[in-house]
């Protein structure tokens, strides 16, 4: 199958995909979110030992282009909620991939790039590399991340994360647990893939075991969060702040709240 932005790359049993929109930072469309479902529902059905996940050029991953920034204060209900679903589905597919993931951020992962980062089992950055859940900033909720980041690092860090939507650091990350390990430019797709190759020594059908055994420990809890995380997002679209956060960010303004 073609792509137009990702790369798919394999090598043995390994597969590495890259968000390829560089001179975008890597920001999200709409397309790119459908061929990263694309991708990973078929990885899950391969014999795909372990997969790498990274961006092209100098960033992981900005968050969602600013071209569909742009139409949604004119889409419709039902666009908001399949947007929200679209995404649901991204993150969960990514979750529940029976194989490991490594994300190798090699740069900026903000607002869903910084989903896609930290949902993956291991997160390798550089020390140069930053994370932010900022879409508050833009008078707009992480709600589908944030049931991923409940079950990693804890309601009171969540709190910080997502109230503040500030940016950490690389080494931030590392100690509140969103990173594995900060490891040097020129290293991170070695580590990366040496870090592949052991998980992918290991018996498949145990990791396979292993990582369903770990998503359904959660499950109802997940599934459910997930449902509400829907209808917060299809709600947040909704508001007046929304759309003047937007309106202030492609303005390059302060928002004016309450409008």
């Not at 990702?6 to 390994?14: N, Q, R, T």
């Not at 009171?156 to 503040?164: A, F, G």
């Not at 499950?219 to 997002?233: Q, T």
Request: charged share 20%; glycine share 6%.
């Amino acid at each position: 199958m073609s792509y137009t932005s990702i790369l798919v790359a394999d090598d043995s049993l390994l597969r590495t995909i890259t968000l390829n929109r560089p001179e975008r930072r890597n920001a999200m469309t709409p397309a790119m979110q459908m061929e990263l479902i694309a991708v990973l529902e078929e990885t899950a059905a391969s014999n795909v030992r372990a997969l790498v996940l990274t961006g092209a050029g100098n960033a992981f991953c900005s968050g969602l282009d600013l071209s569909a920034l742009q139409a949604m204060p004119n889409q419709s209900a039902p666009e908001h909620r399949a947007d929200a679903e679209r995404i649901a589905r991204l993150f969960l597919s990514l979750h529940e991939l029976p194989m490991p993931s490594i994300a190798a951020v090699n740069g900026a992962a903000v607002a869903g790039g910084a989903g896609l980062a930290t949902i993956c089992d291991f997160t390798l950055a550089t020390p140069e590399a930053k994370f932010g859940f900022t879409e508050v900033r833009i008078g707009f909720v992480a709600a589908l991340v944030s049931a991923f980041l409940m079950q990693q690092i804890g309601d009171k860090r969540v709190r910080d994360l997502l109230l503040s939507g500030r940016i950490l650091a690389a080494e931030e990350a590392l100690r509140l647990g969103l990173a594995n390990e900060i490891v040097q430019p020129e290293e991170l797709m070695e580590r990366a893939r040496a870090l592949a190759v052991l998980l992918a020594a290991n018996s498949p059908q145990a990791i396979r075991a292993t990582k369903q055994l770990l998503a359904e420990q959660n499950k109802a809890w997940l599934d459910a969060a997930i449902v509400r995380a829907i209808e917060a997002s299809v709600e947040a679209r909704n508001r007046g702040d929304f759309r003047e956060g937007i309106a202030a960010f492609l303005e390059k303004r302060k928002p004016e709240w309450g409008k």
